[in-house]
């Protein structure tokens, strides 16, 4: 997509903070983090988000949630743990439509 912001990213047009990066797979800190640990996760093809996702689309979005572990254990968050968030349409309160997974920890969070 040629005007969605984290295809930019993804293809290195817009600088990001970068944590991890495969080749399907890119996360870096959320620009305005709500918690000590606040990073974004991305495919870095373009999905719109999970509402628009299909029956072609279940092996990324397994991939999407095998990349957050992972980078989660990198952030070294997974012990005691963090919260996953995917924010899925205006209603969700998604703003970039490109699916992307929330990882926030850091500290143990409120409800
Ligand atoms: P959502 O509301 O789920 O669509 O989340 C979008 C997130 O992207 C928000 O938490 C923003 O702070 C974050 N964000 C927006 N622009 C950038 C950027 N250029 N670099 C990093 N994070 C961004
Ligand atoms: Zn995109």
Redesign the pocket.
């Known amino acids: 997509m040629t005007d969605c912001?984290f295809c930019k990213?993804a293809a290195g047009e817009?600088p990001?903070n970068k944590v991890y990066e495969d080749e399907d797979f890119l996360a870096?800190n959320?620009?305005?983090p709500k918690a000590p640990v606040h990073v974004?996760v991305i495919p870095k093809h373009h999905l719109a988000s999970l509402n628009d996702a299909d029956e072609q689309d279940v092996g990324l979005l397994g991939l999407l949630m095998d990349a957050t572990r992972k980078v989660a254990r990198e952030l070294g968050v997974d012990n005691p743990g963090y919260r996953v968030i995917l924010?899925v349409g205006k209603g969700g309160?998604?703003?970039?439509f490109h699916i992307?997974v929330?990882i926030l920890g850091g500290k143990i969070l409120p409800f």
Not at 93 to 96: D, I, K, L, M, W
């Open positions: 912001l990213i817009i990001c870096f959320d620009i305005n974004l924010n309160g998604q703003e970039v992307h929330h």
